[in-house]
């Protein structure tokens, strides 16, 4: 039994690793990246205290050489779905019962565990799965998902710590309640930590949960699983399963346990999971908490003051780490006028000393895009600006599948304003430009604001103040995550919580207090310690 209140250890964001040349860090990611690669895993599902396999194997892919198998999952159906849920369910009342400190001291333990002897392990996993280069894959599958379980374990500690004001003769408190019911985790192939924040986030708040991660993601996804499992998650506390999207849907938004979704994918997804539960609302026993973040298209606004060479770096940065791949990458930018051939000239430098390839050679800046679906949906773009004569192809526009996904990153120029590209998610590698009259800032800004049904993510250049201001107010709806003299994209746990509005989802923001708040139920409590023992109030009194 607790006889005190702990405080967890003040969180500190993990510091990012260079992996320069003769650096032991890039000695042993290396050696472990080779080590992997020689390797085919069977990845079972973890469902209660089992591995569970079965005979649908489907093979783990290189995007880079989609020839090279790293190994077999394990497909489940809908029994599996049902055995995850039941097998959660054993596991609340103890999970629930657990005492805060306890629970968060695992994680707290896989921090250290990720931060020291799992962070090879974890990179090498992302950068061979997802096609992330080493330092994309650091600060997303180290960095981030150790500063998701320090910061999340302060800010449930911060939680229970909030406490109501009592009055003479009344002690009131406040309990901070896992939800009634299991929570499904339904988790991207582009982030690591995300896959990995979104069933931890609730676990550690009491929750017990059922884990769908992307199928492009289960290597790293079952990377995390056992980094859980030596942390000391009991079992059935998350359960794993690889089951296709519309079977595990059926199952665990008709179960009447269900409590609530953490998802992070797409905005169709999203919307079609939403609506299921409101078609299904009668069959809860609690209305389910529903916290996502969708899509965006993230854009870059230059005032004609701004510095150009900075810009162009936002550009290259902000579009092209990760191919593009990330809900918050710049693809769209106003650029001004006076502005636009100086700016023009740095990306298409920068671009031209781009190299493209496998993430074991770190000299890549460029990897390859997911898969092959992801891969033609992008050519598809590419093929009609190039066709079209609204739009100018100035950089790219080249893609081979041969190998791997690779596909060029592409600099479009748009004549319409209303271009597909310039409204439509495409989550590649390419960015569509609209070069505005220098004098027109005003009209661009709500340009800006009107073109998309997104808001996510979107920044701000220019080295007049009453202009930032005037932007930062214009577009307080536009974007989530705003910036200002800097790219759209590398929020940083503790400092940037992430998430946005609009189509791009709840803004309940992943990395702070607010994310953890929509995992536990309040109940109040009033203790009064000498109880009235007459009905009459004192107004009730004979008036004279």
């Known amino acids: 039994m607790a006889t005190g209140f702990f405080r967890v250890p003040t969180p500190v964001n993990e510091p990012v690793k260079s992996y320069a040349p003769g650096s032991p860090e890039k000695e042993e990611l290396l050696r472990t990246y080779k080590e992997l690669k020689s390797q085919q895993l069977d990845v079972p599902m973890y469902i209660g205290g089992d591995k569970v396999y079965t005979d649908n194997k489907q093979p783990m892919l290189q995007p880079h050489d989609h020839q090279h198998i790293l190994g077999h999952y394990s497909e489940g159906d809908a029994s599996h779905v049902e055995q995850a849920i039941n097998a959660a369910l054993a ?49 997303d599958s180290a960095c981030e998902l150790v500063d998701f379980l320090r910061f999340n374990a302060q800010y449930a500690t911060d939680i229970y710590r909030m406490q109501p004001e009592s009055s ?39 929750n ?61 997804v999203f919307q079609h999971i939403w609506k299921t539960i409101g078609t299904n609302i009668h069959k809860y026993k609690s209305y389910p908490r529903i916290v996502g973040e969708t899509g965006g298209k993230d854009f870059i606004l230059a005032h004609k003051s701004a510095d150009a060479k900075a810009l162009a770096t936002a550009i290259s940065r902000g579009a ?30 920068d671009l031209k000393t781009f190299k493209m390839g496998a993430p074991e050679d770190f000299g890549n800046f460029i990897n390859a895009v997911i898969d092959e679906k992801s891969f033609d949906k992008i050519a598809r773009y590419i ?7 609204e739009v100018e192809v100035i950089a790219g526009g080249n893609y081979d599948k041969s190998k791997g996904y690779f596909i060029e990153p592409t600099v479009l120029l748009s004549h319409n304003p209303q ?26 800004v709500e340009l800006v604001n009107s073109t998309s049904p997104y808001a996510l993510t979107g920044a701000i250049f220019s080295q007049d103040r009453y202009v930032i201001e005037y932007a930062t107010k214009r577009l307080d709806q536009a ?6 003299n800097d790219k759209p994209t590398g929020a940083v746990v503790g400092q940037q919580p992430f998430g946005g509005a609009r189509a791009s989802g709840t803004n309940d923001k992943a990395g702070s207090m607010l994310n953890l708040l929509r995992w536990v139920s309040a109940r109040s409590i009033k203790e009064t310690f000498v109880p009235p ?12």
């Not at 859980?228 to 059935?236: C, T, V």
């Not at 974007?479 to 200002?484: D, H, L, M, T, V």
């Open 383 to 389: 093929d009609n600006a190039k066709e079209s004569s």
């Open 419 to 444: 271009y597909v590209t310039m409204c439509e998610e495409i989550f590649g590698p390419v960015i569509t430009i609209y070069v505005y009259d220098e004098n027109n800032f005003e009209d661009t």
């Open 533 to 544: 023992v007459d009905y009459r109030y004192p107004f009730l009194g004979e008036n004279k």
């Open 479 to 484: 974007a989530g995550n705003f910036y200002i």
């Open 208 to 268: 017990v949960v059922v884990w769908k991660p992307a199928h492009t993601q289960i290597y790293a996804a079952h990377m995390i699983m056992e980094l859980l499992k030596e942390a000391g998650l009991p079992d059935g506390v998350i359960n794993l399963v690889y089951v296709d999207g519309p079977t595990t849907g059926d199952v665990v938004f008709n179960h009447s346990d269900f409590a609530g979704i953490h998802f992070t994918g797409s905005t169709g």
């Open 320 to 349: 092209f780490e990760f191919q593009g791949q990330k809900c918050s990458a710049a693809s769209r930018a106003y650029i001004p006028s006076n502005l636009w051939e100086e700016v023009k000239g740095y990306v298409q430098e």
């Open 91 to 139: 596991a609340r009342e103890a999970w629930a019962a657990m005492g805060w400190e306890h629970r968060i001291s695992i994680f707290l333990k896989a921090a250290e565990l990720l931060a020291g002897p799992w962070r090879a392990r974890l990179n090498a996993a992302t950068m061979l799965g997802q096609s992330k280069n080493a330092y994309q894959a650091e600060i």
């Open 168 to 206: 003479p003769g009344v002690w009131n408190r406040s309990e901070h309640r896992p939800l009634e019911g299991f929570v499904f985790a339904l988790t991207p192939f582009n982030f690591t930590a995300i896959a990995g924040n979104l069933p931890t986030s609730v676990a550690m708040m009491g």
